[in-house]
Every structure is written in C-alpha cells, then in structure tokens.
C-alpha cells in the first residue's frame, strides 16, 4: 500500500551534509522532532525512527554522495495511516538500494546489514527515483497507537494469560 501523505500533514524537511556529521544531525533531529510531536523520546517508535533514519542517512552519505551536494531528511506523521514516515533524499539517482534480503552481505563483510536493520524496524520501505538528479529511500515506521502486525510479535505464553486475564476481569 503506498502512503501518499496529505499536504498539511504534520512534517519536518532539512538538507543536510553529506556527511557523518549530517547523518548524525539526522538521528538527533528525528527523535527531538517525535518528541515535539508528542512521542517519547525513549518510546519504541522514537527509537525505531531515530534508527532508521541513521541508517538511511547513513547510506545516503556512503553510497549517495557527490562533492558539495547536500542530502535532504523528510519526517511526516501520518496519524491516519498510522505511520512516521522518513524520507531521505540523496544526489545518486543510478545507485539504487540492493533488496537486503534477495542480495544478503557476506558473513564477514564489515558492512552491508543497514537496509536489513530498516526493514527489520520499518512496516515498509522503498526507493523512488523522482527525477533525473535525485532518489528518495523511505520507511514508514508504526506509530505506538497502530497494532502490531501478527508475523512481527512475540508474546510468551505468560503475557497471553495475561492478556486473556485482563480480557476477562474487565466489566461489562
């Protein structure tokens, strides 16, 4: 399902350097602007955010990098879809991102494993090629209110009691 966000959806745009320094700026703006937004800064979502938006500029300033060309972060709270999303926008539109699952690293390469982290932490991500000078890689992170996909969740037999338990004691 693709995500189209409404014009005055809540949202935060920045360019950035194409730099450590810059993807570092990314991860500390991403989670104070949840917080602004009124997600914790120490809650699930913040963290996934905060995480995936380092990897993502992370990339961005590896593989999308040209000399004296910034990289553009984008948050947008999408309460309606139940989603932040984080855009990253980068100057490399010919160096798309490898699908981390179908082309895994190799077990000892130093590097390699970040869009496996985004999709790991992410609902869905992708990559779009926009125009001719630029591409933007996305993930959309669940909001704390939005239910967590069945596949994704680990409950243990004592919390499902427990869930059943309180199910029950409730009034009617």
């Known amino acids: 399902m693709r995500v189209e966000p409404s014009t005055d959806a809540p949202h935060l745009t920045i360019r950035l350097s194409s730099t450590a320094r810059g993807a570092r700026l990314a991860r500390r703006l991403a989670g104070q602007q949840l917080a602004a937004w009124g997600i914790p800064y120490d809650s699930d979502t913040s963290q996934a955010v905060a995480l995936v938006t380092a990897e993502l500029g992370a990339n961005a300033v590896t593989h999308g990098r040209n000399p004296g060309r910034d990289f553009r972060l984008t948050l947008l709270l999408l309460p309606e879809h139940g989603v932040v999303r984080v855009e990253v926008t980068d100057t490399r539109p010919g160096r798309l991102p490898r699908d981390p699952v179908a082309e895994p690293a190799a077990p000892d390469a130093p590097s390699g494993r970040g869009l496996l982290l985004v999709a790991a932490y992410a609902e869905r991500w992708g990559c779009e090629v926009r125009d001719a000078y630029t591409k933007t ?15 994704r969740r680990c409950d243990s037999a004592d919390e499902k009691q427990a869930d059943a338990d309180r199910q029950n004691s409730r009034p009617s």
Not at 137 to 151: I, K, N, R, T
């Open 137 to 151: 890689v996305w993930a959309e992170v669940a909001l704390p209110s939005s239910p967590v996909p069945p596949a």
